[in-house]
């Protein structure tokens, strides 16, 4: 995969979908990092639901830790690993309120210290909170970085380092988006949609449908 090639990829997933955004809803940095703690191994659509119900009645660290562990599971006991998640929530909001003015910190190292964020989270608020050119690679994103060839690599680090080096710097801040899209509708696992591909003729994968 060379430079041209790379640019090219991105310019046509930019003239498809030149304003992309992550599909959880929020309204401010603070519902984003809870709605992407909730979304660790469950779907951005189950999230939705649960903080359709929970965010207008808790928005902030403050609301959301006045309702504890037990008052938090009874808006997301249908989302996975909802037990862990809403002790995570509940802790991370004690911290924001403590130590951050109940502010979410635009800061890698403070947001990688709150329960329940790992590198992926933090990058995820950073980019789509804050701006940043970050790459939170997820199953998607791993998987049509390799697929396509765009940036391969055997781990999860490997592939984040590679896009952040070879996606051209005009497409950095919105790559993270368009790569996760691409691999949910189009990229998928099992059977990828080639025929209706938009880069399919830019994509380096070899088992291609024809």
């Known amino acids: 995969m060379n430079k041209d090639k ?17 599909e959880l809803k929020f309204s401010n940095s603070f519902e984003l990092l809870i709605a992407v703690i909730l979304s660790a191994q ?7 639901k649960a903080t359709k119900k929970l965010y207008p009645v808790a928005n902030t660290p403050e609301a959301i830790h006045a309702l504890g ?22 802790k991370t909001c004690r911290i924001l309120i403590d130590q951050h003015n109940s502010q979410v910190p635009e800061d890698r190292t403070a947001l990688q210290a709150l329960p329940g964020v790992g590198r992926k989270t933090a990058n ?18 791993f998987r049509v970085a390799n697929r396509t060839k765009i940036a391969p ?18 497409f950095l ?6 790569l996760i899209l691409h691999g949910r509708y189009t990229c998928v696992a099992r059977k990828p949609k080639c025929t209706e591909c938009i880069i399919e003729d830019l994509c380096e994968f070899k088992g291609k449908e024809k």
């Open 6 to 22: 790379r640019h090219a990829i991105f310019s046509r997933l930019r003239d498809a979908n030149p304003h992309p955004t992550t």
């Open 42 to 48: 469950a779907t951005d659509v189950s999230v939705n």
């Open 69 to 90: 562990v037990d008052g938090l599971k009874k808006y997301i006991r249908t989302i996975g690993l909802y037990n862990s998640k809403a002790e995570n929530i509940i």
């Open 124 to 141: 995820v608020v950073l980019n789509t909170a804050f701006g940043h050119p970050t790459m939170a690679v997820d199953t998607h994103i």
């Open 153 to 170: 690599g055997k781990t999860v680090l490997e592939v984040e380092k590679k896009l952040l080096k070879f996606v051209p710097e005009e």
């Open 173 to 178: 801040v919105d790559a993270h988006h368009w």
